[in-house]
């Protein structure tokens, strides 16, 4: 019992001390209002996925940051069925990548093939829902 | 006055991540020492047992995978960080492991955050599993077993296994 309490602290202390540079640069990149702009690089590429240009922000809220704030991006556009599982599908695969590439760093595996395997993941199912639904 | 609200709000970030790992990984951990004292390992991994086997991965990676499916990926990282510590999981468990996780985690929330919004349930759902599946099995092929490695491939030959 005693144990187990002493390595729960030990490993909560260890996440939290993984994600605090990370937070600094998502904070930052807020601040500097990097997500509009990144989102504005996307938007003429969402229209392989079958989406409004206007989608690039919730996929780029739901990438840098988390699924919560992309979800609010989400209903704030207009968007059908066909779209919002299309969208859906792609942040699931894809999201939060700072925060849970640390992580996975943490754990002990390389950043970059993860990444590229999830982002492979998110635009390649966009592209084949959007052809399929 | 920029930097410090920066400094706030990475503070801020930061608790709040701290209070949401703690709230689940101390209890977690606590049932973990209970799993390792009452040598429960094998009777859990039988719920993974089919995926295990197909991706030919030690009963350890199991309980990592269960936290990550069920709670999330920080969670279930902070398991294969756990494991890895005690040296139960192999390289290649925990790279196999990080990317069926990485890709299908945290079933429950996720899931139903985006059916709330009317995304297809079975397509959200069944098409994740159905590419961390496939991605996961690449890898696992890709990444021969250590017994098999040292099987040479030697062409016409026939009699040349490695007995194990």
Do not use: C
């Not at chain 1, 605090?20 to 990144?38: Q, S």
């Not at chain 2, 608790?15 to 004292?37: C, D, G, H, N, W």
């Not at chain 2, 719920?47 to 279930?76: C, D, E, N, V, W």
């Amino acid at each position: 019992m005693r144990n187990g309490i002493k390595s729960g602290i030990q490993l909560t202390w260890d996440l939290t001390k993984t994600v605090i540079p990370v937070y600094f640069f998502i904070v930052i990149l807020e601040h500097i209002n990097a997500l509009d702009r990144l989102s504005g690089i996307f938007e003429p590429f969402m229209i392989y996925f079958g989406l409004p240009g206007e989608a690039a922000l919730p996929f780029v809220l739901g990438n840098v940051l988390n699924l919560y704030p992309a979800l609010g991006a989400i209903e704030a556009l207009s968007l059908n069925s066909k779209q919002v599982t299309i969208i859906a599908v792609m942040l699931l695969f894809s999201h939060s990548l700072p925060i849970e590439l640390a992580i996975t760093k943490k754990a002990g595996a390389k950043v970059l093939p993860i990444l590229f395997i999830r982002l492979m993941a998110a635009l390649i199912s966009g592209f084949i829902l959007n052809l399929v639904l | 006055m920029d930097i410090l609200n920066i400094i706030y709000d990475v503070f801020n970030e930061t608790l709040s991540f701290l209070i949401q790992i703690a709230i689940i990984v101390i209890p977690l951990m606590i049932v973990l020492q209970f799993i390792k004292e009452l040598r429960l390992y094998d009777k859990l991994s039988f719920i993974l047992y089919p995926l295990l086997r197909i991706f030919k991965m030690s009963k350890y990676s199991s309980l990592p995978l269960l936290t990550g499916l069920f709670f999330g990926i920080a969670y279930g990282g902070g398991l294969i960080i756990q494991s890895a510590r005690e040296g139960l999981i192999t390289k290649r468990d925990l790279y196999l492991t990080i990317i069926f996780l990485s890709i299908f985690h945290s079933i429950f929330e996720d899931n139903i955050l985006f059916i709330a919004i009317g995304a297809d349930p079975y397509i959200v759902f069944l098409g994740r599993f159905i590419l961390a599946f496939a991605v996961t099995l690449f890898f696992a092929k890709l990444w021969k077993t250590e017994v098999k490695r040292k099987r040479r491939p030697e062409p016409e030959s026939d009699n040349y296994w490695v007995v194990d």
